[in-house]
């Protein structure tokens, strides 16, 4: 204990005190009489500056500074599903009825997870087994969607001396294990510090898609399961839209979602709507499967600088599971104006437009800990985590840090476009812009899954909508007249693409989801119709009017909306009236 550690000064939310030999960098410490929590980011002898992650007004120089000794870590156990958080992993519902208010939060301490809340614990292990880090102790039925694995922490090993199934509090032994150093008392509930990463066996290769039911992304730029993406896009553009549709839908099994809002309330609509949110496969609460992290402006800046290491590390324990795991985080953009004020306090030197010349690397190690991954323990299983981040670019311009850094390390690129979105194109996701550089690591499972051709057709489709954009630029200095019979059967296809496929109405209970197989029979359909068109269009004093009036047309515009089950029957038909109609022209 080091009693004389004492405030020097408070700058927002950094103080900084003297006094503090004793401390570790990354130790927690409770800051001033109302022992606010704070964490030691700097050490320079017996100087430490301190980030607070409470309001900081009304403290002052004298008071003192009390040492934990502990580094700042999230609690693990049965009872984090279901949760909202702040952003060091307080429940949102019990600092509010705490405090009365969700503005006077300060200095109030309340447990990450339950304490008197009880559950199942069957034990799978047996005394006598020998286990080390990440060996499955026993279940947890912690929702009716996610069953809970008590592991052996990370870096113990040793031979197990008890164990007992029963109803137990997350405090309570579950097992003892005898190590080189003693015997070890395990509980459900673990600790683990947010900055370093759970260690793994070891990542694999990413080679299965994070389906996402939405068609431009899974059948153009699709993501892999365990890795990284980032939506970049302007105000407005889709971002809280497409983050929450991929948290719906997305095939992961757990979700985290870190709220990071641009404004108060918006977070609080997020806040609000999540917890009615129906997971599609079961019809239950998705909350069930879902932990949010939620900051909210008004929240000090520190908070938001930790939150993303909160979220993931909840995400990673449940990878290490077995599961996968898809983290949402929106927006990245508030995480790194976080990380810049806070440098500014420390009066670190600026790097590009003010930010701190560390952003690219804490950029890339809070994305390096997605992958898909060889889970320590004994059965060999894997687990995944997806990390899609938003940014939310000043005026929409990529060109900035943020945006730049992310690129830089997100292997996906989904670019919101205002544009696309003035005009009501939705997901207003740049078919031009956008890339994935999972596409090669993915095309073997596609065409094994769903479909020899689909990698094919994805290359065409692609090579369709570049050439419309260059004769587009023809049409517009001489019109439509001036292209071959061929490049209006290409705009008119791309057109197709644009509206029929690439449109989808994330509201629209029907359409918001396309299955991977009703992706690729409308995507085969229109480019049937090309295929079919293109031998016609050649043909002399061809009318392309009536290519255009066609009413199989109008059946594959509506066709996304025709049910799951009655997919293929669907396109059968859509396929016969194409060549059927074509021909009789
Ligand atoms: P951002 O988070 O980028 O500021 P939002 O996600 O809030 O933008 O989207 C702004 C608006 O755009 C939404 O309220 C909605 O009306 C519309 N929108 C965005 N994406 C879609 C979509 N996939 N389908 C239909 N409408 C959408």
New binding site residues.
């Given amino acids: 204990m080091s009693k004389d550690a004492i405030i020097t000064k408070v700058a927002g939310p950094l103080v900084v005190a003297k006094g503090m030999s004793n401390a570790k960098m990354f130790e927690v410490v409770k800051v001033s009489k109302e022992k606010l929590i704070g964490e030691v980011i700097e050490l320079h002898g017996e100087e430490a500056s301190i980030q607070v992650y409470e309001e900081t007004s009304g403290i002052g120089p004298g008071e003192p500074v009390e040492l934990t000794g502990l580094t700042l870590s999230v609690e693990l156990a049965p009872g984090l599903l279901t949760s909202i958080y702040d952003g060091i992993q307080r429940p949102l519902e019990l600092i509010e009825k705490e405090a009365g208010s969700p503005f006077m939060t300060r200095g109030i301490e309340v447990p990450g997870i339950s304490r008197s809340a009880k559950w199942d614990f069957t034990a799978t292990a047996k005394v006598g087994d020998q286990v080390s880090g990440g060996d499955i102790l026993g279940t947890v039925p912690e929702t009716t969607l996610i069953e809970h694995k008590v592991m052996v922490p990370p870096n113990m090993s040793g031979v197990i001396t008890e164990i007992k199934s029963g109803n137990f509090v997350i405090e309570d032994t579950v097992a003892v294990i005898k190590t080189a150093d003693g015997e070890e008392k395990i509980a459900m509930l673990q600790k683990w510090p947010i900055r370093i990463p759970r260690p793994t066996k070891g990542k694999l290769m990413p080679n299965q898609p994070l389906v996402t039911g939405m068609r431009v992304l899974d059948t153009l730029f699709p993501v892999a399961q365990g890795g990284a993406g980032a939506i970049p896009?302007?105000?407005?553009?889709?971002?809280?839209?497409?983050q929450q549709?991929l948290a719906k839908y997305c095939n992961a099994q757990v979700i985290v979602y870190i709220g990071c809002g641009?404004r108060g309330n918006e977070m609080t609509e997020v806040l609000t709507e999540f917890p009615h949110l129906k997971d599609p496969s079961s019809g239950e609460p998705l909350m069930k499967r879902t932990i949010m992290i939620a900051n909210t402006s008004n929240m000090p800046v520190a908070a938001r600088e930790a939150s993303v290491y909160t979220g993931i590390t909840i995400a990673e324990y449940y990878r290490d599971m077995g599961y996968d795991v898809a983290l949402m985080a929106?927006s990245t953009s508030r995480w790194a104006e976080a990380m810049r004020e806070m440098s500014g306090r420390l009066e670190e030197m600026p790097g590009e437009e003010g930010y701190p010349a560390y952003l690219g690397s804490r950029t890339a190690g809070f994305y390096e800990r997605a992958g898909i991954v060889e889970c320590l323990g004994n059965d060999s299983r894997k687990g995944s985590l997806s990390v899609i981040g938003?940014v939310?670019p000043p005026g929409g311009d990529f060109s900035e840090p943020v945006t730049q850094n992310t690129l830089r390390v997100t292997k996906v690129f989904w670019a919101?476009d205002a544009k696309l979105?003035y005009k009501r194109h939705?997901?207003?996701i740049n078919w031009l812009q956008s890339y994935t550089l999972y596409a090669d690591n993915l095309e073997g499972w596609f065409a094994k899954e769903i479909a020899e051709d689909f990698p094919e057709n994805r290359r065409l489709t692609q090579k369709i909508l570049q050439d419309e954009s260059k004769l587009e630029e023809i049409v517009r200095l001489v019109g439509m007249d001036a292209l071959s019979p061929k490049e209006q059967l290409t705009m008119e296809t791309a057109r197709m693409i644009r509206e029929d496929f690439l449109f989808?109405?994330?509201?629209d209970p029907v359409d918001a989801y396309s299955s991977l197989n009703k992706q690729y029979r409308l995507l085969k359909s229109i480019l049937t119709f090309m295929d079919v068109a293109e031998s016609k269009v050649v043909e002399e004093d061809f009318d392309f009017k009536k290519l255009q009036s066609l009413p199989v047309k109008e059946d594959i515009a509506q066709s996304s909306f025709c049910a799951e089950e009655d997919v293929d029957a669907t396109f059968d038909k859509i396929d016969e009236a194409i060549r059927s109609q074509i021909s009789a022209l």
């Fill in positions: 896009g302007p105000f407005g553009a889709g971002k809280t839209v497409t549709s641009e929106d938003a939310s919101l979105a939705f997901p207003a989808q109405n994330g509201f």
